[in-house]
């Protein structure tokens, strides 16, 4: 294993949506030091997009139904007009970043869901050797900045779209064979809280166990527990850590005073 350091750091589209917070955000991400990726999620411009070329933007219970026209058009947005414009914005900053899909030096391969109840379409499930962590290294030792967009492809030609937590967690994992790995989900709240009125009631660190006793005690519920799940699962695979916070606060990241910190133990 390297002796370096990597940190892998995913936004969602509440940052991506708003061109205020995604600049300063940005900023604060440039400003990290040492070997960096980004991984991006769609946001609604795709929504957006469809809407205007009158196409029918499907969604069951949150997930988007990705068939052959609305795959065109997450392809052109999230890996084309959202990736570039985020990579045109840190070359500003200094930034030397490279703009990927998982297609990009077949760093990403995924296989298209299989239809059980819901038949998702072009949606891409990452199994856990789908990360070609020979093509990252190269890019990462060359002194380049990834920037991952939620788009993989099956290694037979067809692109797939594919969660962007789910390739943030997939890449930590395969990394974690060559660098001390930790892994960053940038959100909307400042970590996980005990109140979730409370902004300010931040859990700073949870081990394994202790997840276990605030899931059963309903401190943690809803759509953190799948969050905090694969957290953990993802420390289980070779992650040093996970953190979780707001991009507001990523600036407080190397004082290790970001958000919440997952470890195993």
Do not use: W
Not at 24 to 49: D, M, N, Y
Not at 50 to 66: C, F, P, Q, Y
């Amino acid at each position: 294993m390297s002796n370096s350091g990597l940190n892998i750091i995913k936004i969602g589209g509440n940052i991506i949506d708003d061109e205020v917070l995604l600049d300063s955000f940005l900023e604060k991400f440039a400003a990290l030091p040492g070997k960096k990726i980004l991984v991006h999620g769609g946001g609604k411009i795709a929504t957006r997009i469809a809407t205007d070329l009158g196409i029918e933007a499907k969604m069951v219970e949150g997930r988007r139904i990705t068939d052959e026209a609305m795959l065109r058009i997450v392809t052109m947005v999230y890996a084309g007009l959202t990736n570039k414009n985020i990579v045109a914005k840190l070359q500003v900053l200094q930034c030397d970043a490279i703009g990927l899909s998982g297609a990009d030096g077949g760093t990403i391969k995924a296989i298209k869901r299989p239809v059980k109840d819901i038949d998702y379409g072009f949606v891409g499930d990452i199994l856990h050797d789908s990360v070609n962590t020979a093509s990252i290294k190269k890019f990462l030792e060359a002194g380049f900045v990834p920037v991952f967009s939620a788009i993989t492809h099956n290694g037979l030609g067809q692109l797939l779209n594919t969660n962007a937590d789910t390739i943030a967690s997939a890449l930590a994992v395969g990394l974690s064979s060559l660098y001390d790995t930790s892994l960053v989900y940038c959100f909307e709240k400042n970590g996980v809280l005990k109140d979730i009125n409370d902004e300010q009631s931040v859990i700073n660190s949870i081990r394994a166990d202790e997840f276990l006793q605030l899931k059963e005690d309903g401190v943690i519920h809803d759509g953190m527990v799948p969050k905090l799940q694969n957290a953990f699962d993802a420390i289980q695979k070779g992650v040093r850590n996970v953190y979780i916070g707001h991009a507001n606060n990523l600036h407080l990241f190397q004082q290790g005073q970001f958000g919440t910190c997952l470890t195993l133990k």
